[in-house]
């Protein structure tokens, strides 16, 4: 029977009375069984057909046992063709393995055949116990939920990492310490203006408030950013001494007071233009961004003033005081989240040249990053 084709059929006692008979057909590498429903199934080098539909590819069948266990089964009945040894055992087995295969089939089309349902703002899939729904949310971003019988709930925020190219913030408020260093970078103040140096700390402050704020980002992600804007800065110093700064001189001027001034405060205010280049980890989530940026900041001299304050009342004199009309400022900035730091130190003394100490203003603060 070697080489040939082999047909034949085999009945078990059991099925004697079966209106359809069993039968098996071995060409070569092709086999074909008819069971006692009427069905049809071919192996061969495709994989497993069922009444003509692939039912399992060939490079699926290791990971199928039943369909594994068949083939074993469809080998030995080859090996005992061969050798004309086929007992109506063989063909029970054979009978056998291919009802488990196809209980195997129906339980993997149980698990996980797939259902979906598209609503208009949401997607819903069934796969076997598993339900997944996926919402549109208003943000771009997609929220994912995952559901398994009625015990098991996993809900995950599906990121959108696009990021806007463009984008404009208003009313940005920095808030900080303010003092000032000499040509040498030393807190020291030199004569006759050393009383300059005993400055309050709680009175002395920085603040800016960044009109607006926009952001072009680099890249689909925007991890690098160029900022550029337009402010205002006042520079606060509270002096502890008792003097006070006069207006209307070639050089400026400290006279002392034997008043025991409540406050003694000298107050600038600059516009400014804020440039800067931005690094950030994540901004299409920038509250768990790590961030940090590098800034240059022009501005000019609005006014300036001195204000002392003696038992409730207060006496303001209006001047520039010898002050430069322009200043040149860097800074650089540090954040994560909503948390934000900034110094700045200006490169253009606070005095005109001649006219007053080399001071050169220095602030540090923490930044409100978010505006309107």
């Known amino acids: 029977m070697k080489n040939l084709i082999v047909v034949f059929t085999m009945l078990c006692s059991s099925m004697l009375m079966a209106q359809n ?10 086999v074909t069984i008819t069971d006692t429903k009427g069905n049809t199934w071919l192996i061969n080098d495709m994989g497993i057909s069922k009444n003509g539909a692939l039912i399992v590819r060939e490079d699926e069948m290791d990971e199928v046992d039943a ?3 068949l083939q074993d089964e469809i080998d030995d009945l080859r090996e005992e063709v061969n050798m004309d040894d086929v007992s109506e055992n063989d063909y029970e087995d054979l009978l056998e393995e291919l009802t488990e295969l196809e209980e195997e089939l129906n339980n993997l089309d149980n698990t996980y055949a797939m259902a979906i349902d598209t609503a208009k703002d949401s997607t819903s899939i069934k796969v076997g116990d598993w339900k997944i729904i996926i919402r549109e949310e208003g943000d771009g971003s997609n929220d994912v939920d995952f559901s398994m ?3 098991e709930y996993e809900e995950i925020e599906e990121e959108d990492k696009d990021v806007d190219n463009f984008d404009t913030e208003w009313f940005l408020l920095s ?3 303010n003092t000032y260093v000499n040509a040498e970078n030393k807190l020291d103040v030199p004569a006759p203006y050393t009383a300059l140096e005993d400055l309050h700390f709680w009175g002395s402050m920085d603040v800016n408030v960044d009109v607006f704020k926009s952001r072009v980002s680099f890249g689909e992600k925007g991890f690098v950013n160029f900022n550029y804007g337009l402010g205002l800065e006042w520079h606060h110093y509270r002096f502890d001494q008792d003097f006070t700064i006069l207006p209307d001189l070639d050089t400026l001027m400290l006279v002392s007071e034997t008043i025991a001034y409540d406050k003694n405060k000298f107050n600038t205010t600059h516009a400014t233009l804020p440039l800067s280049l931005g690094f950030e980890t994540r901004p299409w989530d920038t509250d ?3 961030r940090m940026s590098f800034g240059y900041s022009p501005g000019i001299l609005i006014k300036a003033k001195t204000k002392h304050k003696i038992d409730g009342n207060s006496d303001i004199e209006k001047d520039r005081f010898n002050l430069n009309n322009f200043r040149q400022e860097v800074s650089a900035t540090i954040g994560y989240g909503k948390f934000n730091l900034y110094a700045s130190y200006d490169l253009t003394a606070m005095f005109k040249e001649g006219e007053g100490p080399e001071l050169h203003p220095v602030s540090v603060g923490i ?4 505006g309107f």
């Not at 930044?367 to 978010?370: C, L, Y």
């Open 21 to 30: 008979s069993p039968s098996i057909s071995i060409d070569g590498d092709v």
């Open 67 to 69: 369909a594994e266990d």
């Open 149 to 151: 019988g009625k015990d």
């Open 175 to 177: 808030v900080g310490y």
């Open 288 to 290: 768990e961004s790590f």
């Open 367 to 370: 930044i409100v990053r978010r």
